[in-house]
């Protein structure tokens, strides 16, 4: 049996996207269906509309989201119909050289749905991340699917699945940020915020927000930031410095993704510090620094691709923090939107006016 749905649908280069009816197939072994209730609108769906990632056109958009089991194909028993879920693109293989070291948060080999969803005419779609969820139903691997406490609501934990989780790991994960440290972040986004929160999560003692929009700034001082720094008036590394004893921070993560913050996070950190570059840059972007101040100032330069998160570990964890009101995911919500609205969304996000729009089906 096949479902048709309604779903955003990105058919060409920097084209606008449009709302299509698409096909999904019932599960087969070892994937399940998910009846989508809430998906946030990410920067990396508009890197898939402008051909950023690969041309595999059309792309069907969406990959923040959380919803309802529906079905299960043959063989799955991790998840069930009826269990809240929210969608990783993490769901790791178990046999790759990362899982069989005991890392599985660095798995090479993650699974996706094996069966293809399609346009009406037959046209192969190619899901975002390997998920698309800007659609009433997607069809994805089970492991893709971390079930969470239903009572959370599906706009706020749906965010876990991509741009926030990667902000709280890059902070928790990667940066190793612990009790009484320095923290400066790069950048305040929705992912740069969530580093943010997770640096307070793990007990930083100082959390300095650097941005050139003060209305970023506003938003990260609601979500822990001790101090901020406009970098369009003030010179960054200088002001991080100011701010903690003229040494630099303990970890300074950068979530823009360009050379010129990367630098800044580089010299904005004390000696054996660490940086972490979550924020993604672009192909033909070069990074030039004295090799002996890499070598003269140890530490650690590390990257972090999804927060170096395991979802099965780390969404309930969060979920639960959520629900305590230790983490306030629902500040990331900016606005929730219709199915049809994504494209208007795509022009806020590029005017920096929300942290998240999130499709609310
Ligand atoms: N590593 C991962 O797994 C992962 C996951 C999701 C997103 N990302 C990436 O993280 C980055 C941030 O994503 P987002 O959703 O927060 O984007 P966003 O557009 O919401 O945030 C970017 C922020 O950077 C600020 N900014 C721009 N130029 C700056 C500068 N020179 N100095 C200081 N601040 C500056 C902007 O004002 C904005 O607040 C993007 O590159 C995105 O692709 C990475
Ligand atoms: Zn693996
Ligand atoms: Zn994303």
């Known amino acids: 049996m096949t479902h048709q749905v309604r779903a955003v649908v990105a058919r060409g280069k920097g084209a606008p996207v449009s709302l299509e009816t698409i096909v999904v197939p019932d599960p087969g072994p070892g994937e399940a269906l998910v009846k989508i209730e809430a998906c946030g609108v990410c920067h990396t769906d508009l890197h898939y509309r402008e051909g950023g990632i690969n041309d595999d056109f059309p792309f069907l958009l969406g990959h923040e989201a959380a919803g309802v089991v529906e079905s299960v194909g043959e063989g799955v028993t991790d998840v069930a119909p009826g269990d809240f879920v929210i969608l990783n693109w993490r769901a790791v293989c ?5 899982c069989l070291r005991g890392r599985p948060w660095y798995c090479f080999s993650t699974h996706n749905a094996k069966q293809k969803m399609t346009l009406t005419d037959g046209t192969e779609l190619s899901p975002a991340l390997g998920i698309g969820a800007f659609a009433e139903k997607t069809l994805v691997a089970a492991g893709q699917c971390t079930k969470v406490d239903r009572t ?15 902000g709280i790991g890059a902070a928790i994960n990667t940066g190793n940020v612990g009790r009484g440290d320095s923290v400066a972040v790069i950048g305040c986004g929705g992912v740069g915020a969530a580093a943010i929160a997770g640096s307070n999560l793990a007990g930083a003692a100082k959390v300095i927000a650097v ?43 950068e979530a823009v993704g360009r050379p010129e913050t990367y630098q800044q996070a580089f010299y904005a950190r004390d000696l054996a510090g660490t940086v972490v570059l979550v924020g993604v ?22 990257s972090s691709w999804y927060g170096d998160c395991l979802p099965s570990r ?17 500040a990331f919500v900016t606005e929730t939107i219709a199915l049809d609205e994504v494209e208007k969304a795509f022009e806020r996000m590029h005017h920096g006016d929300v942290l998240r729009s999130v499709v609310v089906l």
């Open 94 to 98: 178990g046999q790759c050289r990362a």
């Open 211 to 253: 941005d050139i929009d003060d209305r970023k700034l506003e938003t990260a001082r609601k979500l822990g930031a001790t101090h901020t720094v406009n970098s369009r008036d003030a010179d960054a590394v200088e002001a991080i410095r100011e701010l903690t004893g003229g040494f630099g921070a303990d970890v300074v993560i």
């Open 281 to 302: 840059p672009t192909p033909e972007m070069k990074l030039e620094l004295p090799l002996l101040d890499v070598f003269g100032r140890g530490g650690a330069l590390k």
């Open 314 to 330: 780390d969404f309930p964890m969060l979920i639960d923090l959520y629900l305590q009101g230790r983490l306030d995911l629902d």
């Open 152 to 166: 959370a609501s599906a706009a706020a934990a749906g965010l876990l699945g991509c741009g926030v989780m990667a």
